[in-house]
């Protein structure tokens, strides 16, 4: 047994999840794959009512946002009113990690305990995320960092946590936009379908079981997509091939040199 595997074993992920010697060529055919969404979820947004004038303070333009260094951009999602979830959140969540991390893994958006804590990924997703990150030699806070695509909670009319809306998407995408600008990132890794369509800009309703096993491109930057952490709790049998995912990430990253 490698180490690598000895410490697979020792998360429990062990024995459904064996590297690979190189990278599907095609994308893999699983017609009965259908992806649960990484929340549950419906999908209207928060109730709309009149904008305070700390609303105003807070919508920062795309172009200011295009143009603000870490600890502005940092202050600006904190205070930010561009959609509706400012009304519901508890606390934003920025992201947390290395600001000069070489991978960067982007997740959907913060639930329960993020919005409590202000942390990404914190409840048991966050745990097998930490696992999954530990598999690849990487930590958070130690050449990683973890983003969302929308920094506030978003909830259904019961309270329960949602997907975001794509208004909501567009309105927290400059940010992230940023993010990754600051960041500088070798290559990304987008953690489920909210991830993966919001920054590769496809068919929404296209699943990720079409998007994973090639190296996509936002912009230069190499993206890989896999399963979201939440998602892989509820499908086992999937944990395998979001292991061949980070695989074929760590190769592409090696690839760069
Ligand atoms: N799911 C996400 O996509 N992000 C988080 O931060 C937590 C759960």
Sequence with gaps: ???????????????????????????????????????????????????????????????????????????????????????????????????????????????????????????????????MLAAMALRRGSNAFIANVVKCRPTDASGKDRAPSPEEVAACKPYLARQIALIGPDIMVALGKTAAVALLACEPSIAVSKLRGVVHRYGELPLVVTYHPAYLLRALVDKRKAWEDLCLALDTHADIG
Excluded: Y
């Design 1 to 131: 047994m490698t180490r690598r595997d000895q410490m697979l074993d020792a998360l429990a992920i062990g024995p459904q999840w064996q590297h690979r010697d190189a990278a599907p060529a095609r994308l893999p055919e699983n017609p009965n794959l259908s992806l649960l969404p990484d929340t549950e979820m419906t999908m209207e947004p928060a109730a709309a009512s009149p904008a305070t004038a700390a609303d105003v303070a807070g919508r920062h333009t795309d172009a200011d946002i295009a143009g603000m260094d870490w600890n502005t951009l940092q202050d600006a999602v904190g205070n930010c009113t561009r959609c509706n979830l400012c009304r519901t959140r508890t606390r934003t969540v920025f992201g947390a990690g290395d600001p000069k991390a070489k991978w960067l893994f982007v997740g959907e958006g913060p639930g329960r305990n993020e919005d409590q804590q202000g942390e990404p990924f914190v409840g048991p997703a966050g745990k097998l995320l930490d696992n």
